[in-house]
């Protein structure tokens, strides 16, 4: 069974459009993520969840609203889809345990805006 | 502010050398460090972690070493193989999941065979 799993893993939109990604992780783990990887690899955090109240956002736009509905759920809504939101989306999760605290990720939704 | 960088982008080895990665970190408040691993299409994968109080961590084939003197990060794979082939993140947090994790921008590893 996959731990952290991602839909879909491909989007292809138009510029504009609305857009969701839904992340569903089955660790049991209280803290979800998502990161942004840009062309060039580079991972930067977006927002942290830790018992679905949000704990982390960083300098993202306000089109982006992630959504968590219980501990297990991460999903991330994106409106007005511009060309530079073109990016790999990563959901994540850990352990909300001291010295537990490595990332486990999902396998990534690669994002195209035209 | 803080940052986490690494040396070398690219990194090209022949099967069954030893290779080294490096990466330099700024933030000397920081507390927890973290190799990833990252196949091509899938998400970065955790290879071995070390925690301030610690200079060396081993684990199966990789070694990390940590320099506080001079905020420096390194991972060490050896005999590596053609499956070691990824893009390789050092990270850096203050150790609780409520600190941000900082990535480094990443070094790409090819194994020749």
């Known amino acids: 069974d996959t731990a952290v799993s991602q839909t879909p893993k491909y989007l292809v939109t138009q510029m504009g459009n609305d857009k969701s990604i839904k992340c569903e992780q089955n660790l049991g783990h209280d803290t979800m993520y998502w990161y942004k990887q840009d062309s060039k690899k580079f991972l930067k955090i977006m927002f942290s969840?830790?018992?679905?109240?949000?704990?982390i956002n960083e300098t993202v736009p306000n089109r982006f609203s992630p959504k968590s509905p219980d501990k297990a759920h991460l999903n991330l809504h994106i409106n007005s889809l511009e060309l530079g939101d073109s990016a790999v989306y990563f959901c994540a999760s850990s352990p909300d345990r001291a010295g537990e605290e490595k990332l486990f990720f999902g396998s990534g939704t690669q994002l195209s805006v035209l | 502010g803080e940052s986490v960088g690494l040396h070398l982008p690219t990194l090209s080895v022949q099967e069954g050398d030893n290779s080294i990665i490096n990466c330099a970190y700024s933030n000397s408040a920081s507390d927890y460090f973290i190799w990833y691993k990252q196949e091509s299409g899938k998400g970065p994968q955790f290879i071995i972690d070390i925690r301030s109080n610690m200079d060396k961590r081993q684990g199966q084939r990789v070694t990390v070493l940590l320099n506080k003197t001079v905020k420096h990060l390194s991972l060490q794979i050896a005999a590596t193989q053609p499956g070691d082939s990824a893009v390789y993140f050092c990270a850096e947090t203050g150790g609780t999941s409520y600190d941000k994790v900082i990535f480094g921008p990443g070094t790409s590893l090819s194994v020749i065979p």
């Open positions: 969840y830790n018992n679905k109240e949000l704990i």
